[in-house]
């Protein structure tokens, strides 16, 4: 599908949202995750797709697969430059270049629910988070700027990191 084709994509979309938008809310594609011994874990996607991740070996995994940290970051990189692209349509702006990288830090500590020194226990979540965005295009600087800050803006994945929205958890005891 050429960007043209995703402008044209989006404004259907946007016009039916203005007319009805209680159509905007809706369930997203569920992901399932299931143990298959040690540390492996293989997602599935309703429509087949699978993806296996495992653990490094200094965690008892094989490190034959990615981390489910890593499967995050690509997650976040991926939804980034997806909308940014999609932005960079909706404008009429002929991407050369767009490139994302997800860069984050963590203390193992927290994995392993370890106490600081201070008292409490070290977060396992990524204590700082980067995202590195390369672009290039047929528009100015400050123009592709404002375009990667809008697409940010409404990319799913990165507004949930950034505002730390809680997660809800049920139990099913098999």
Do not use: Y
């Not at 991926?78 to 909308?83: E, F, N």
């Amino acid at each position: 599908m050429g960007m043209q084709d995703v402008a044209a994509a989006m404004e259907r979309v946007k016009s039916v949202l203005e007319r009805r938008p209680d159509k905007g809310l809706h369930d997203d594609a569920q992901a399932t995750a299931t143990w298959k011994g040690g540390t492996r874990i293989v997602a599935s996607h309703a429509n087949g797709t699978q993806m296996a991740t495992d653990m490094p070996v200094e965690f008892g995994g094989t490190g034959d697969q990615i981390s489910p940290g890593w499967l995050f970051r690509a997650g976040i990189a991926s939804c980034a430059a997806t909308t940014i692209a999609m932005k960079a349509a909706e404008r009429g702006i002929e991407l050369t270049t767009l490139e994302v990288k997800a860069n984050s830090r963590t203390d193992t500590r927290g994995f392993l629910r370890m106490e600081q020194v201070e008292g409490g226990f070290v977060n396992p979540g990524p204590c700082d988070f980067r995202l590195t965005v390369r672009i290039g295009a047929n528009a100015p600087a400050e123009q592709l700027r404002t375009l990667v800050n809008e697409g940010l803006g409404c990319a799913p994945i990165t507004t949930a990191v950034a505002q730390s929205n809680p997660v809800a958890i049920d139990v099913e005891i098999a």
